[in-house]
Structure formats: structure tokens, C-alpha cells
């Protein structure tokens, strides 16, 4: 498969449903959502727990997961098809930073937080200049108002707030075109939640990178200027831009995300 080195679209999202399999026969976790996510754009993505939300963003990122697949439909990503991305995986999980539920709570406790960080790019080239990656570590850890010593520490010496930026400058660590993060917000205090807004704000602005967050918060979803989908049960039950509130998906939305 070819991978165009300039997708029109961040997301193009056709009619996706999303089986998820566990200890029982596998459910229908997704069903039927279709939207487009520009470059530039954000679109937060709501909905009670097991509505599917978690379900599509982990599908979204090509990263491995055998208890998801897609069972209808299809979505491209960064110019790559999710359905069926074969070598291009390594393309679409290189332009996509990936946070997952919880992923502060998840950061492997035997790994320091330097190694945390650089392996999503020591996982792709074993030859890089150890005094760039030092560098491009602290000026992560500077951005997220993490202290340069905590490149040295290992999770379980850090608090639930700093773990979970750490799970976040890991998502940003190779520069990504497209962010999926699953409740970026978690564990975070209030003063500290701008800092959040703020790298994705500015990424933005800089080159065009689109994201895609997982949260119910809508006050979040307003100060970013982004769409919003509301799902339940799989399927799409709300839209709104970024200035009005969520309604039933029977008009379209005009500019933005468009959503269906």
C-alpha cells in the first residue's frame, strides 16, 4: 500500500464499526460512526462509560490490540487504512501520538521516565544522538512543568498527576501529526491543566496537527475551539461545534469537522 506524504484529511472516519472481544463472545463496541477530522481541527469525543469512545480511539491509532478489530467499515488515518494497514501500520503509528485511558497509571515501573520517553524513538532507530535525545527529553519534561530530575526517576517515585504528563510528552515525543489521547485530562490538577491545552494549542498553530481527545469535559472541548460527537452505545447520538451544544446528528455542520 502506498501512503500519500500528504493525506488531504487527518481522519476520515466511513461507517466504522468496532468489534471487542473479551472473556465472552465479542460485542459490537462501535457502530456505524462516520465524521472527518481536518489538519488543524480538534474534535473531542464524549459519552458515558462502555459507549465506545476508548474502542475508537485505540482503533484509530493502528497501534496492536487483539481484543479490537474492525468488523464494518473503515477509517483513514494519516493516509493510511485502519482496516487493512499492513507495513504502513509503522506509518500511521510514527505520525499518530498516542495517550491511552490511563496511561499515566500504566507507564512501565522498571523503565526511568528518560527511558519512558525515548522509546518511541529508539523502537524505530537505535542510532540516535544521545545528546539531541537528552536535549529533546528535558525541553518535554520543561513543557509540561515536570523538574529536569524527574528524567531520572522511575514512575512510582512521581505522583498520579506527573505520571500522566509523562504519558502525555511520550505521545508528543516524536512530533506527531495527529494526537489521539484518551482523557488527557486524568489525574491532573486545575492549575496544571493548561499545560495540556496549551502544547496541543501551539502544535496546532505551528504545523497543522489535528487531535482527537477522548473527554467529557466540555469545558475543555470549548477552550480548545473543538467539534464534538457524543456516542452511546456504539453509535453517534449527539454533534455540536465548538460554540453551540450538542444535537441530534440530522443537519449537517457547517465547516470544521463534519460529522454523521
Not at 25 to 30: E, N, Q
Not at 162 to 174: G, K, T, Y
Not at 179 to 204: F, G, M
Request: glycine share 10%.
Amino acid at each position: 500500500m502506498r501512503v500519500p506524504d500528504d493525506p488531504d484529511v487527518a481522519i476520515r472516519c466511513d461507517d466504522l464499526s468496532v468489534s471487542r472481544s473479551g472473556r465472552g463472545p465479542a460485542i459490537r463496541a462501535v457502530d456505524g460512526v462516520s465524521f472527518t477530522l481536518p489538519w488543524g481541527a480538534a474534535l473531542c469525543v464524549s459519552g458515558p462509560t462502555g459507549s465506545g469512545k476508548s474502542s475508537l480511539a485505540a482503533i484509530l491509532t493502528g497501534e496492536r490490540d487483539e481484543t479490537i478489530a474492525v468488523a464494518g467499515g473503515d477509517a483513514t488515518v494519516c493516509g493510511v487504512s485502519v482496516r487493512n494497514p499492513g507495513r504502513a501500520r509503522r506509518v500511521l503509528t510514527f505520525r499518530t501520538g498516542y495517550l491511552p485511558q490511563g496511561a499515566g497509571n500504566d507507564l512501565p515501573a522498571s523503565l526511568s521516565v528518560a527511558e519512558v520517553l525515548s522509546e518511541p524513538l529508539l523502537s524505530r532507530d537505535r542510532r540516535v544522538d544521545g545528546r539531541a535525545l537528552g536535549i529533546r527529553i528535558a525541553s518535554l519534561l520543561d513543557e509540561l512543568h515536570l523538574p529536569i530530575g524527574t528524567a531520572d526517576k522511575f514512575p512510582y517515585e512521581l505522583s498520579a498527576g506527573m505520571r500522566q504528563r509523562v504519558a502525555f510528552a511520550r505521545a508528543l515525543m516524536l512530533d506527531p501529526k495527529l494526537l489521539i489521547a484518551d482523557e488527557p485530562l486524568a489525574n491532573l490538577d486545575l492549575e496544571v491543566r493548561h499545560l495540556v491545552y496549551d502544547a496541543i494549542v501551539s502544535r496546532r498553530r505551528q504545523w497543522g496537527m489535528a487531535a482527537l481527545l477522548v473527554t467529557n469535559d466540555t469545558a475543555f472541548a470549548r477552550e480548545l475551539g473543538a467539534d464534538q460527537i457524543r456516542l452511546q452505545g456504539g453509535h453517534v447520538v449527539a454533534r455540536g461545534d465548538a460554540d453551540g451544544a450538542l444535537r441530534t446528528p440530522d443537519t449537517h455542520t457547517p465547516g470544521g469537522v463534519a460529522v454523521s
